[in-house]
C-alpha cells in the first residue's frame, strides 16, 4: 500500500494482493482520483455502446422561482396559472443544475468472492467503488450508492460531502468482510438490487452499476430498461481471466468449498466451450445494454483500476 506522504506511488500498480478490501486503502484511492474527470464520461463512454446512442443527460436546469415579469424576460417563460391569478404577467425563473446525483452500485456476492490474480472480484468492485465515489465528488456532484450481498443490502442517499462518501466507503469494506466461502445469498440478489436501486434513484442521475451480472433475470432487465428511461447508467463488468478461459493444459484439483474434483485442462473441446461460456455472457450483456445506451466497461482482477480509468477519464497523461 502507499504511504499518505506518497498517495501516487503505486497508482499504476494492480489492487494489494488479498481476499478483502481494506477501509484505508479505500479512503487512500482519494488522492489517484484526483485526475478523473466524470465530465468526459459522454464523450468517452459513447464509443462503447456500438450502434446505439448513449443516453447521457447532462446538467440541466432547476426550477427556483416565480417572480413579476421584467422587460427582457423570455415570454416562453411566463407562469399563465399565476398570471391569471394575480392579474398580473409572472414568469418561472430557473438556474443551472449545478451538481448531478452519482450513484455507485457494488455488488458484493459470493460469486464476486473469488480471483485468481492479485485480488478477489469483490476487492476489485470495492476499490472501483471508491474511486468513482471521489472522482464524483470532487466535480461537486452528490454521492451515494447502494451495497448489496444477496441477503442484505444499504442504501446512501446522494450528498455532497466527504462524511457521505466516508460512510459509502465504510459499508463497501463492512460488506467486502462479510463475504466467506460458504456466504448463504438469495438467488434474486441482483433483481432485488436493481429494484432498490430504481426506488432511490431519481430521474437524471448517474449511475455506475459494478458487477459481475451474475444472476441477472427477466425482473432485473425490466428494472433496468425503466431506469435507463429517465437515468444515465453504466455497466462495469468485473471478471477474473480464469473465468475467460482455462489455465494451461494439465491436471488441476478444484473444490467448491464442499465438493473437491479434477479436471484436465488439455482437451481442446473444453477449453473451446469454455471460452464460448464467457463469450455468449458478454455477448448477451451487450445486446441488453447497447439498445438502453448503456456502456459496458471491462475490469479484471490482476490489473489497476485506477490506470483503467484514467486511460478513459484522465484529465492529463
Partial sequence: MCPLSDP??????????GAYAGLDELIRLRFQARDLKLARQKKVFSLLVGPHRARFRGRGIEFEEVRGYQAGDDIRG????????????HTRVFRE??????????????????????CFKSVLAAHAGALLSWAALQQ?????????????????????????VLRFLND????NHLLKRDFPEDDQGLDAALADLRRL???????????????LTGHGEEQLHHLARHCDITAVLVHDPLERELPPGGYYSITDGIRRFTIFTGDAG???????GFRRKTDRLRRLFGPLGIPLLQLVTGESPVRYFRNLLGGRR
Fill in 172 to 175: 463497501l469494506a463492512r460488506f
Fill in 140 to 164: 461537486s456532484d452528490r454521492v451515494g450508492g447502494l451495497v448489496f450481498n444477496g441477503r442484505d443490502s444499504t442504501e446512501i442517499r446522494p450528498r455532497r460531502n466527504v462524511k457521505t
Fill in 78 to 89: 411566463i407562469d399563465w396559472r399565476v398570471t391569471a391569478r394575480t392579474g398580473k404577467p
Fill in 8 to 17: 501516487f506511488h503505486d497508482a499504476q500498480d494492480p489492487v494489494p494482493a
Fill in 97 to 118: 443544475e449545478r451538481e448531478r446525483p452519482v450513484l455507485i452500485v457494488a455488488d458484493q456476492r459470493s460469486s464476486m468472492f473469488f480471483g485468481s490474480r492479485s
Fill in 201 to 215: 434513484a431519481r430521474p437524471g442521475s448517474n449511475i455506475f452499476l459494478i458487477s459481475d451480472f451474475r444472476g
Fill in 270 to 276: 473444453l477449453r473451446r466451450a469454455y471460452e464460448e
